[in-house]
């Protein structure tokens, strides 16, 4: 059943893996649940898996738990393997927009991060480009971590990026982000068959199957920079820590939206100075 549910998600969807592969995380924890008589879900079964989770988790994590079941059903429904309509018996996730705003490091320790780069004996040339990526372009954790060779154009100083529902976008590379990823792939990448830009740093030398190996490097990277405190500390800093120096540098949100790649302004508006 999970099998043909991925196969719906890539195809009809157009999900990114990693976000395929997150749907099959949550659901794997959820079947049980659930059980596999499908045509005997209802709704009030339905309720009761989300109530559990909700004391289980904060907004955000139920938003992602709900957002996976709610396409399972549908999904299922669709195939004639559940009763149709199911997905509007989850109750929405109630959080108020902006109630929590981005939280970001100024500039100064931003680079205080990168610069912690030149502490290591081993991993230097591989974290600094994996935190300029962060800091300058603002990508996700999980861009990083999918980042293929063959996204970058190093005539035209250009990285493709796949976004939501297979959506292709380029950006330009910054001149010091350029460089940091050549230094890498020429002095300090395996040289090894795979085409994932960031490596293990000992064999067998896999890619980053997972984002939170990213977020992890921005955590100890922040450690070294003596950054006791900050307002959190996975990959996702530094994306709030570029918006916000773009917004700040005069930048218009349209600009800032496009290199974030928001669907929507409201978005982007969240890290405009107050």
């Known amino acids: 059943m999970l099998d043909d549910y991925q196969h719906w998600l890539r195809l009809h969807r157009g ?33 009761i898996v989300v109530r559990k989770w909700r004391g289980q988790t904060g907004p955000a994590g139920l938003r992602t738990i709900t957002s996976a079941l709610r396409s399972y059903l549908r999904f299922l429904a669709g195939a004639g393997l559940c009763r149709p309509n199911l997905d509007h018996a989850i109750p929405p996730v109630i959080q108020w927009r902006l109630s929590s705003l981005p939280q970001y490091l100024a500039a100064a320790d931003v680079e205080r991060v990168i610069a912690s780069c030149d502490q290591l004996a081993r991993g230097r040339l591989r974290d600094r ?5 962060l800091a300058r372009l603002g990508l996700r954790a999980g861009d990083v971590a999918g980042l293929r060779l063959g996204d970058i154009d190093w ?5 493709q990026l796949s976004g939501k529902a297979l959506r292709q976008v380029q950006l330009p590379l910054p001149q010091d982000v350029g460089d940091a990823l050549l230094a890498y792939v020429e002095q300090e990448r395996p040289r ?32 070294r920079a003596g950054i006791s405190d900050p ?6 800093l530094l994306r709030h820590s570029a918006a916000t120096s773009m917004l700040r540098s005069g930048a218009t949100l349209e600009a800032v939206g496009t290199v974030l790649r928001h669907r929507s302004l409201k978005m982007t508006a969240q890290y405009r100075p107050s």
């Open 15 to 47: 999900l990114a893996e990693r976000t395929v592969s997150r749907h099959i995380h949550i659901l794997n924890k959820l079947l049980p649940e659930l059980g596999t008589a499908t045509h005997d879900y209802d709704a009030a079964r339905i309720r």
């Open 155 to 159: 005539n035209a100083g250009m990285l």
């Open 231 to 236: 307002p959190s500390s996975g990959a996702s």
């Open 192 to 223: 090894v068959p795979q085409d994932a830009v960031f490596l293990m740093m000992v064999a067998p030398y896999r890619s980053f199957d997972q984002s939170f190996h990213v977020s992890t490097i921005v955590a100890l990277a922040l450690k």
């Open 129 to 133: 480009p994996i935190l300029l990526l």
